[in-house]
């Protein structure tokens, strides 16, 4: 049996079956798992099903040599399609795109295993094909804390690996949460964030080296649960200001960022994320991050008052930034 993937728009259900917990959400980027059979010889009878044709154990066996090296920190968010039959296959290197220098060099080290373990085989390495994993995990950071729903979550990196008992290939999410019912929001919430994505959620043009992908869910079950720490939450937010104020930015960007994770309902630090984003210029992520809270404001869920007394030590140009981007918020009923 050869098992070839194409990557293309899905629901969560598929084929008549729908996607527990366990296996999580079937997120946009999957795509359609189709077994060709050889024709029998003979007509099977109406009243009969055709027997299924045997397994590739082969094939079977390089997935799973595929599993075990992406694990490896060098091929995080990378996966390798292997197609073929009968010993013959032809592997695809799908690598994180900006990841792609160092994967590229850790390609051999796959196709080296491949080869030593299967020796009775032969494999044929095609051109690397470039995928955005990295930026998709960022993306979906981003839009959880722009929601402000997702109090000590941290979605840090993502991994492929093989789903046992159906042989699917699951996008293992790696970071924290604080609640165990949050896993169950996070696939819920990867599924829409997904959709959105210019490369994930659509169909990739019909081309050789990018027609056929494998099928993935999104897999929440080894995210950590960890409780937050309102102690670690002070140093990281003291070390970004510190930061900020010695002109490093975009450090001062990750130490808050961290900090909103070991401290659930912080809107001043919230504040000092978006601060870092016009810094940063990046306006439409800052006037992301901005929109939530200022709704909640305005419906009186939020108070406004620390920000403005945290905000005072900002002054000049950023202080204008700011400004105009809650009037423009405030103007346009967003």
């Known amino acids: 049996m050869v098992v070839r993937s194409e990557l293309f728009r899905c629901s969560p259900l598929l084929s ?22 050889q024709p029998d010889a003979k007509k099977a009878a109406p009243a009969k099903a055709a027997a299924p044709a045997p397994a590739d154990s082969m094939l079977q066996q390089a997935t799973e040599i595929v599993a075990k090296q992406v694990r490896d920190g060098d091929l995080r968010g990378a996966w390798f399609q292997i ?3 009968d ?4 592997v695809l290197p799908l690598l994180d795109k900006s990841k792609a220098k160092t994967q590229i060099s850790a390609i051999q080290r796959v196709l080296a295993d491949l080869e030593a373990q299967l020796p009775t085989a032969k494999f044929t390495l095609r051109e690397p094909v470039l995928r955005p994993v990295s930026e998709l995990i960022e993306s979906l950071q981003h839009e959880m804390e722009a929601s402000m729903d997702f109090p000590g979550v941290s979605i840090t990196a993502a991994v492929f690996t ?13 970071g ?3 609640t165990d019912e949050q896993r169950d929001e996070i696939q ?13 959620g659509r169909r990739q043009p019909s081309k050789p080296t990018a027609k056929e992908f494998e099928r993935a869910f999104v897999d929440c079950a080894q995210l950590k649960n960890l409780q937050p720490s309102a102690v670690f939450g ?14 490093d930015v975009d450090a001062a960007r990750k130490h808050f960022r961290a900090s909103m994770v070991e401290s659930a309902g ?19 992520r800052a006037r992301n991050l901005l929109r939530e809270p200022m709704n909640r404001i305005r419906t009186g869920k939020l108070s406004y008052e620390a920000v403005l007394w945290s905000l005072e030590k900002v002054q000049g140009h950023l202080r204008w930034k700011l400004i105009a981007l809650e009037d423009s918020i405030l103007l346009e009923g967003e």
């Open 188 to 200: 819920s919430f990867s599924m829409d964030t997904m959709s959105k994505h210019p490369f994930w």
């Open 234 to 247: 002070s140093r990281l937010f003291n070390r970004g200001m510190n930061l900020f104020r010695n002109g």
């Open 83 to 85: 197609d073929g039959k």
């Open 87 to 90: 010993g013959v296959y032809d």
């Open 176 to 178: 924290r949460i604080s």
């Open 162 to 174: 093989i789903q046992e008992k159906t042989g699917s290939v699951n996008l293992l999410l790696q």
């Open 266 to 284: 912080t809107l001043t630090r919230h504040y000092w994320l978006i601060l870092c984003e016009l810094e940063l210029g990046q306006t439409e």
């Open 16 to 37: 008549g079956r729908v996607a527990t917990a366990t296996v999580a959400v079937l997120v946009w980027f999957c795509g359609n798992v189709v077994a060709e059979q």
